[in-house]
């Protein structure tokens, strides 16, 4: 799976929120100041392209929708993260995420929860 730019990761975004949208659909939900309207219909040519959207005509008009899930393409991105900074080492990741001073107490004990939860299903 290719790598998304800054620009089509936002585009990525909206149209998972949305599910299916009309390019109209799409430029409503850009924040201000939005990019302009041909601007954001390049970016979705562009991902239609590389195979993360799809569309169906109706008339004139296209209707898109994400071809890859958001979760897909989450993992994809938290591995490439992973092998590119952390030696593919998840037990590095976690040490460098928790280590972090912006965390605080009260969100790290909740990480701790999810992964003593997990560890507790893995056993089972």
Partial sequence: ??????????LMQIL???EKAY??????????PAP??????T??????????IG???HGKSREYYPLISKEKYTRQS???LMSSFFDNSAKKFASFFASQEE???EELKAIRKLIDEQITQRKS
């Fill in 55 to 57: 569309f169906e005509t």
């Fill in 78 to 80: 938290m591995n490439g």
């Fill in 23 to 32: 390019l109209k659909d799409i430029v409503e939900q850009y924040p201000d």
């Fill in 43 to 52: 970016v979705v040519n562009v991902l239609v392209k590389k195979g993360f």
């Fill in 103 to 105: 965390l605080s107490v």
């Fill in 16 to 18: 998972w929120g949305l």
């Fill in 36 to 41: 302009a309207y041909t601007t954001i219909s």
């Fill in 1 to 10: 799976m290719k790598e998304l730019t800054k620009a089509e990761e936002q």
